[in-house]
Nanobody
Framework: QVQFVESGGGLVQPGGSLRLSCIAP????????MAWYRQTPGNQRELVAR???????TYADSVKGRFTISRINSVNTVTLQMNSLKPEDTAVYYC????????WGQGTQVTVSS
């Protein structure tokens, strides 16, 4: 059964930073694009950032210039560095894989509030 290990969420003030990490099975990490999605109550999950197996990146317009997705291949880890956080970034963040994700773990809560 697929299981990712997500970490790094928490409470931060507006303008602050957080770094999310996700460890994936090597059998998945080495082949697929990895992505972070987020979801707020009553809304659908939305793509935040995606990184291909070759390192090409895609970002939602709302996070461009503030968030950076990276892969650490040696430890099967994808990270999301989030800077200049805004209250509207508050959500549960999910790590997943592929272009049409079918795996959703528990996610990690990010709350941006003063």
């Amino acid at each position: 059964q697929v299981q990712f290990v997500e970490s790094g969420g928490g409470l931060v003030q507006p303008g602050g930073s957080l770094r999310l990490s996700c460890i994936a099975p090597r059998s998945i990490f080495s082949i697929y694009a990895m992505a972070w999605y987020r979801q707020t109550p009553g809304n659908q999950r939305e793509l935040v950032a995606r990184i291909s197996s070759g390192g090409s990146t895609t970002y939602a317009d709302s996070v461009k210039g503030r968030f950076t997705i990276s892969r650490i291949n040696s430890v099967n880890t994808v990270t999301l560095q989030m800077n200049s956080l805004k209250p509207e970034d508050t959500a549960v963040y999910y790590c997943t894989y592929g272009l049409q994700p079918g795996y959703w773990g528990q996610g990690t809560q990010v709350t941006v509030s003063s």
